[in-house]
C-alpha cells in the first residue's frame, strides 16, 4: 500500500468576493440541474454510472534494502470480509480451493483451561492451541496473522480462488491444532497455508517455512503430501523473498528459509498441501518494525499469494 504522508491538513485557499456575475450563474444552476435529472430519467442514454474503486499498491516494486522498514503504520487495513469467499466467476484460480490458516485467535489469553487442553496429534498429544507470542510494544502475533490472512484473501480471491479461513476473530478460541488440520481436509482445499510470527530471542531475524515431516502414526500420515507440501513451502519460500527483501532466518534452516518438523498438530493431521510460514521474529526490534507496518504487511500477503498461485498454477 501507498504511504500517504503525515497526518497534517492542507492550506486552505482564500475565498474569492463574489461579483454580480457569479451570483448570476449561480442562481441558474439549480434549474440547469433540475432540467438535466428529468432528461435522464424520461430518455437519457441509460448508461452505467457505477465507477470502479481500484485498491492502493505500493509505489515502489521493490525495497531499497532488505532491512529497509516502511513508513507505513498499523492503520492501513483491509476491510473486514466474511469467512468463506463466493466462488469467483473467473480468473485463473478459478476452481481453486485455498484455507488460510491465522495462527492462534485473539481471545486465547481469555480461554487458557480450554486451550491447554490435550489433543492427539498423531505422534503424541499436545496443547490445543496457544496464546501466540507479540512485539516487545505488544502487537500480537494474533491480531498480525489475522491481518496478513485478511490481505491475502484479498489478493487470492482476485485470483478467483475460492478462500476460506480457519478462524477470522469470530469464535471464542481456538481452533484447536487438530481442527485446523480438518476444515483443510473437509473442504478438499488445493493448498494451506498457515501464518505465523515468531518469538526467538533479540538478534535472530528472518522468516522460515515449516513443512511436513514423513509421519505415520494414530491418525497422522503425511505421507502423501510431503512432497507436494514441500513444492508448496519452496515456491512461497522464493517469492517472499522476492517481494518483502526479508532474508530467510538466520537461526533455523541453515539459510534455505525452509524447516521441516514432525511435531505440529496442523501439519501432522492434513491430508492436503499445507504449510506454516513464521513472517520473521516478533521480539527483534528491526523484524518487529517490519511486522507492525501495514504497508510491510500487505508485501508479506503478497508474497505468499505469489507462491500459492505458483504452486497451483504449476
Known sequence: MSYVGPDFDPPQPRRPRRHPLTVAVAAL??????????????????????????????????????????KSTDDEKPSPTPSTS?????GPLKGKVVVI?????????????????KVNIG?????????GTSTNSGYTEAKFTLDVAHRLRTLLEKQGATVKLTQDGDRPYGPC???????????????VVSIHADGAGAGQRGFHVILPGSVHAGAADTRPIVAS???????????????????????????????????????????????????????DTKDAAQLTSGAW??????????????????
Not at 463466493?86 to 473467473?90: G, T, V
Open 177 to 191: 491444532v487438530d481442527e485446523r488440520a480438518r476444515i483443510g481436509n473437509k473442504a478438499h482445499a488445493d493448498a
Open 29 to 70: 444552476v439549480p434549474g440547469a440541474l433540475l432540467g438535466w435529472l428529468v432528461y435522464e430519467a424520461v430518455g437519457g442514454s441509460g448508461g452505467d454510472t457505477s465507477a470502479a474503486v481500484g485498491t492502493p499498491t505500493s509505489s515502489s516494486s521493490a525495497p531499497a534494502s532488505p532491512w529497509s522498514t516502511p
Open 86 to 90: 463466493a466462488p469467483a466467476a473467473s
Open 297 to 314: 504487511r500487505q508485501k508479506a500477503a503478497q508474497g505468499i499469494s505469489e507462491g500459492i498461485v505458483s504452486f497451483l498454477r504449476g
Open 229 to 283: 507440501s514441500a513444492d508448496l513451502g519452496e515456491r512461497i519460500a522464493g517469492k517472499f523473498v522476492r517481494v518483502t527483501g526479508s532474508a530467510p532466518s538466520n537461526y533455523v534452516g541453515d539459510g534455505t528459509g525452509l524447516v521441516t518438523r514432525k511435531d505440529l498438530g496442523g501439519l501432522n493431521l492434513s491430508t492436503v498441501p499445507k504449510v506454516f510460514i513464521e513472517c520473521g521474529n516478533m521480539r
Open 101 to 117: 490458516d491465522p495462527g492462534h485467535n485473539p481471545s486465547n489469553f481469555q480461554h487458557t483451561a480450554e486451550i491447554n487442553k
Open 123 to 131: 505422534t503424541n498429544w499436545k496443547e490445543c492451541d496457544t496464546t
